[in-house]
């Protein structure tokens, strides 16, 4: 079975085939991401217009890539939401078309639900039921995988996402946009117990998340050294901010393993890649006999190819959505 994953819900215009649910015959990503740093953050309206640009060199691109064409695609799976209403609709409008076109069956997908497949794509092994931990630009969510597609949430953030928080970080440390990889980097050079930041701990759902908190009080750090004239430390910043972001990500999905007598952990978003999340979470898994499981870093962030994973497990279940598809920017989970 062929599937055609398309994914325009944020900056990256992406197409991918996926042979039999777990095969990437082609993964082709358009990122934006040097046209929207000039305003240091996603703009809608620029995002919308590049994809539409862009979406059919893409989509060639992919088919030639996997040396297909549409006539044997058996599914096109795209993304219908979240996401940026302007930019998911590029997909859709695209997807319908195609699918019009050449008679060929479509599947919406959950963007959310891409990311948590694509550790379906180099983990042949991997089945569910198991533990998820999606940290992305827009999510941070624990859920339970009891099966392809089917999700229980046991904890979300209350107020910023993971990658959300790295991000504005980011942007206050002067280190650009995306920001995210930046840290990453910088936090090499610097000492992650230099400084102590917060660690929220949600009293009503231990495995809910907050990290609205330790952000404010990195930017109250970097005010009051410049009210004191001190010269404040960047990769010090980066590092502690970023270890105290990563010591709750993974106490929080460790102790959710634990509870629900799991014995695999998938972590899963563009934050999935930061290296000593990685490195942290490896360890406590170890240490408590926890199987983990991440995708390469090219499939955590946006791509088309976890879109069609996803996609083919929903159309061997019989999903099947009519040309009313629909975007849906703030698309619910389960
Ligand atoms: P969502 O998937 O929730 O809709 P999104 O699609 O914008 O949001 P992703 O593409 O999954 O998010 O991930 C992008 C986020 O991941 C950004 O916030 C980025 O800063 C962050 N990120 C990417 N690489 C790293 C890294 N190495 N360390 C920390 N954060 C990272
Ligand atoms: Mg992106
Ligand atoms: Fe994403």
Do not use: W
């Amino acid at each position: 079975i062929l599937i055609l994953g398309i994914e325009t819900s944020c900056d990256e215009t992406a197409a991918a085939v996926i042979r039999n649910g777990r095969e990437v015959l082609s993964n082709v990503i358009s990122s934006q991401i040097e046209l929207h740093k000039l305003y240091g953050g996603v703009v809608p309206e620029i995002a919308s217009r590049k994809h539409i640009e862009k979406i059919n060199q893409v989509i060639e691109a992919a088919l030639k890539e996997a040396n297909v064409t549409l006539d044997e695609i058996d599914s096109i799976g795209v993304t219908y939401g979240p996401g940026l209403v302007g930019a998911l609709l590029v997909g859709v409008a695209e997807a319908k078309a195609i699918s019009y076109a050449k008679n060929i069956d479509l599947v919406g997908v959950h963007h959310i639900s891409g990311h948590i497949s694509a550790n379906y794509i180099e983990n042949l092994e991997l089945q569910p039921p198991f533990m998820c931990l999606v940290v992305s630009g827009g999510h941070t969510h624990l859920l339970l995988v009891k099966d392809y597609g089917k999700y229980e949430i046991i904890g979300m953030t209350r107020d910023d996402a993971a990658g959300e928080a790295f991000d504005k970080v980011a942007r206050a440390i002067g280190l650009g946009y995306p920001g995210g990889p930046k840290i990453d980097i910088l936090s090499k050079e610097g000492n992650p117990n230099a400084i102590k930041f917060p660690r929220a701990h949600i009293e009503d759902n231990k495995y809910d998340f907050s990290f609205s908190g330790v952000k404010s009080a990195v930017l109250n750090y970097i005010n009051s050294c410049q009210m004191k004239n001190i010269e404040i430390n960047k990769a010090d910043i980066a590092a502690s901010f970023q270890n105290a972001v990563v010591e709750v990500l993974v106490n929080n999905a460790v102790h959710a393993v634990e509870e629900y007598q799991m014995d695999k952990l998938a972590i899963a978003g563009g934050v999935a890649s930061n290296t000593s999340l990685r490195k942290a979470m490896k360890l406590a898994c170890e240490e408590n006999g926890i199987k983990l499981y991440h995708p390469s870093p090219i499939f955590c962030t946006d791509n088309a190819a976890m879109i069609g994973v996803a996609a083919y497990y929903e159309y061997i279940n019989g999903t099947r959505h009519g040309l009313d598809l629909n975007a849906v920017p703030n698309l619910k989970f389960t």
